[in-house]
């Protein structure tokens, strides 16, 4: 498992939405031991709460503030908070997802509109809203170093399952909206990227955990034939929004154990 490198992000200011527990959690915590100010955003409050008061008892600098990503206002208060604390936004995490199953025939309007408008128009509001904090940050700052923004996409932005409509599509929508947005913002020294995780150990996977013979499905379509821990996607945040990532920008990485490169599934047994 990879090791923090202490300063790397020293004195940053980084915004994750979703933040308050799964991989948006493992975000804060690998970015907290390598420097960073963190100004964590959810819809789950008491969780929230919780997990800043945990980082603030390691003596990391920690704010939580409620921002549903799907509505304007929440998110410009979301960024407003980072810049009245910190003074400056240096990389910010767009996170917060959710995941829906179901036919084609059997998805509802509501389903639809409920899963787009967190996944894709959440991720474009907070982008918005956090290049414009960035780039009021590059005013100020005369040897700021650039700004990141970092889309959470899937391994499902390119890869379609039965049981699944409005999420792959929406995955797919953030692995373009990332290209969009890198155009866009490369003038202004932001970069723009995104990550797309395989099967992650986080509550969104929950089910699947509990049921070994769903577990099974996924190790066997994974070239490392095991789910990602979250600290493993939390690295690659970490390396993107880095100096070491500085001419990378419209990509997106695809964390996924070689499920990518997998013609579907490993079969059961090596071959001798
Ligand atoms: P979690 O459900 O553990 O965390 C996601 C967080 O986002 C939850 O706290 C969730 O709250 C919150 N959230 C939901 N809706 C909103 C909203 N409108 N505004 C703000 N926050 C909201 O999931 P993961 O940590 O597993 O997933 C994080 C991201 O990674 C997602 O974008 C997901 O699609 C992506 N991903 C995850 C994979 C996995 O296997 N775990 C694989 C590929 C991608 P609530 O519980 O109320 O929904």
Redesign the pocket.
């Known amino acids: 498992m990879s090791t923090p490198i202490p300063g790397r992000h020293q004195g940053k200011t980084v915004v994750i ?2 933040g ?5 959690l493992a975000y804060a915590q690998r970015f907290a031991a390598e420097g960073a100010n963190l100004v964590l ?4 409050d008491a ?1 929230g709460r919780e997990s800043v008061r945990a980082l603030e008892k390691a003596g990391v600098k920690a704010i939580y503030a409620r ?4 509505k304007k206002a929440e998110v410009e208060a979301l960024m407003d908070a980072a810049m009245a604390s910190y003074g400056r936004l240096d990389v910010c995490i767009a ?5 829906s199953h179901g036919a084609f025939l059997d998805v509802t309007e509501a389903d639809w509109d409920r899963v787009m408008a ?2 894709v128009k ?1 991720v474009f509001l907070t982008g918005q809203s956090a290049a414009k904090r960035m780039i009021a940050t590059r005013k100020k700052i005369a040897d700021w170093g650039g700004g990141a923004i970092v889309n ?5 932005a390119v890869l379609v399952q039965h049981n699944s409509v409005p999420y792959p599509v929406s ?1 797919g929508a953030v692995h373009l909206l990332t290209r969009v947005m890198a155009i866009h913002l490369a003038d202004y020294d932001i970069r723009v990227v995104a990550i ?5 150990k ?4 929950a089910k699947v955990m509990a049921d070994p013979a769903k577990r099974r499905i996924r190790e066997i379509r994974t070239a490392l034939r095991r789910m990602a821990e ?1 600290e493993e996607v939390a690295a690659v945040a970490s390396f993107l929004a880095s100096d070491d990532a500085s001419y990378l920008t419209g990509q997106t990485l695809f964390v996924d154990g070689g499920r990518l490169v997998l013609n579907y599934m490993m079969p059961d047994e090596r071959a001798s």
């Open positions: 939405t979703g308050a527990r799964g991989i948006g955003g959810d819809v789950l969780e921002c549903d990503v799907t996170n917060a997802g959710v995941v967190i996944n959440g959470i996409a899937s391994v499902n995955k797309g995780p395989g099967p992650t986080t509550a969104m996977e979250p």
